[in-house]
């Protein structure tokens, strides 16, 4: 499969918010990405669901929601009514995150696991089966435009050696601090779903930055 790419929302124009999202409509992007922020379990707080409703009534495109919030479960069936075609929550944000997976499922969503950059992706070995996708953070969550980490690259490389053995088909996407100087990479490394928020909304024309970052190829190192 070619790799997806997912614009953020969350670098979007609120003002405008029809305008970008009829952009993302009409450019190469894959998904939506859309980011919900709580002010508890990161320190900012993005948007809930007017927004979020505001985004389904004009996006002709999967919502891929990541929920940066404390008891998501609370909210599961909300997000899916809500448009969300993947649900990804944060393994630190669960302490039952089996039952958070089939509450997903259940709810007729994809289901994510992300992790923080602290957080390994040896935890994930118990429920990697059960997932549709994995988001590795590249930066710590709460912000767009901060700069990538670079252990991003050995966790991407790691999950994808533990998908081959037990979900061959699983997503691994990488959000944060992406852009043309590290997407060859993070491909490289096992990793086909690209988030990108500043890349994308800061670029003279938004709708080349999609289309170039769907063009990169593995072979691209020029990281
Ligand atoms: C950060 C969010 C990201 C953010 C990425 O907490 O999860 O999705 O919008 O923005 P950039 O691409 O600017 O780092
Ligand atoms: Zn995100």
Redesign the pocket.
């Known amino acids: 499969m070619s790799h997806l790419i997912a614009p ?4 979007a124009d609120f003002a405008n918010l029809q305008r970008d999202i009829e952009m993302i409509n009409s450019s190469a992007a894959d998904w939506f ?1 859309v ?1 919900v ?1 709580d002010g508890v379990f ?1 320190p ?1 707080i993005s948007f809930g669901f007017p927004v979020m409703n505001a985004i389904q009534k004009y996006a002709e495109k999967p919502l891929d929601v ?1 929920l ?1 919030i404390v008891n998501p479960d609370q909210y599961i069936e909300g997000f899916a009514a809500a448009g969300a075609a993947v649900i990804t929550v944060h393994y630190e944000a669960c302490t039952h995150l089996h039952r958070t997976i089939q509450a997903i499922h259940a709810a007729g969503c994809k289901a994510g696991v ?1 992790l923080n950059p602290h957080t390994p992706v040896a935890l994930l070995k118990d429920i990697l089966a059960d997932l549709d996708m994995v ?1 590795i ?10 700069a ?1 980490i670079p252990n991003s690259l050995n966790k991407i490389s790691e999950l994808k050696s533990m998908a081959l053995q037990v979900n061959p088909g699983l997503l691994i996407e990488v ?5 043309l100087h590290n997407a060859g990479s993070l491909l490289q490394a096992g990793a086909n779903v690209l ?8 670029a003279d024309s938004p709708t080349e930055m999609i289309r170039t970052l769907k063009e990169v190829e593995f072979e691209n190192l020029s990281a």
């Not at 953070?137 to 901060?146: E, K, R, T």
């Not at 959000?175 to 852009?179: H, L, S």
């Open positions: 953020s929302v969350l670098s990405h980011d922020m990161v900012n990541h940066m992300a988001l953070m590249s930066v710590n969550p709460g912000f767009g435009g901060q990538f959000d944060g601090g992406i852009g988030v990108a928020g500043n890349a994308v909304f800061a």
